[in-house]
């Protein structure tokens, strides 16, 4: 699988970020979606074999658009060079939390999982109630030497413990935050070698599923808020 495309193609439309140029390579960027397509195919293949939930969705219902929605933002360029995706039971929606990949030119890429939303607050407050609860439990699992060695526990937090949690808890630390997330970054020489780079996304995503088991068992239950 020559991923290399991908790259190319993303570091073509970061130079050119406007839309007659981006309609004008329509063609490039169908073959570069298309390779990244086959490469989430690949990967969630090889996911279900440790988490069998993912494997019924179609790699084209767990991507994101390149277009970028500018109007609230100072950096109008009308697209984010970067192919994503969220890999879960419920899709690419950010609860249940799942495996997210990012690919972008220039040593920008990452694999994540966790929480990144913090913008559902029942949902930060489920989890801080997992944690409080089940604080040997979290523990085992980020201090994990093969977890350890290779994440840590990223998302904003408060400067101080909320209200409702014991402000000495073991974990007040972690109480703090609104959401708890892992970022592991990949070079562009991993992406672009495919089979490569879904042997160690497939292995990374194994370590992170704990994590990602334990957010979940808090979120039981949430529900996206209604648009």
């Not at 699992?141 to 413990?161: D, Q, Y």
Request: glycine letters at 6%; a negative charge.
């Amino acid at each position: 699988m020559d991923t290399k495309v991908i790259l190319d193609y993303l570091t073509a439309l970061e130079a050119n970020n406007d839309r007659d140029w981006y309609h004008a390579h329509k063609e490039e960027r169908q073959a570069a979606n298309a390779c990244f397509e086959e490469l989430l195919q690949a990967l969630i293949l090889r996911i279900g074999e440790f988490d069998p939930g993912v494997l019924p969705w179609p790699p084209k219902e767990l991507t994101f658009k390149l277009v970028r929605d500018t109007r609230f933002s100072k950096d109008k360029s009308p697209y984010n060079p970067a192919f994503r995706a969220h890999i879960s039971a419920k899709g690419k929606l950010p609860i249940p939390v799942g495996y997210y990949l990012m690919l972008k030119p220039g040593d920008r890429s990452f694999l994540g999982g966790g929480l990144f939303a913090d913008i559902f607050p029942d949902a930060t407050r489920m989890v801080r109630e997992r944690i409080a609860a089940n604080g040997p439990a979290w523990e085992e699992i980020i201090h994990a030497p093969a977890f350890a060695e290779r994440f840590t526990v990223e998302g904003a937090a408060l400067k101080k413990v909320p209200a409702g949690f014991d402000k000495d808890h073991p974990q007040a630390e972690h109480l703090k935050h609104k959401s708890w997330y892992l970022e592991y970054p990949v070079p562009d020489t991993l992406v672009a070698d495919g089979a490569a780079f879904v042997d160690q996304a497939a292995e990374l995503f194994r370590l992170m599923k704990p994590f990602n088991d334990f957010l979940n068992q808090g979120l039981e239950g949430f529900q996206m808020p209604a648009r």
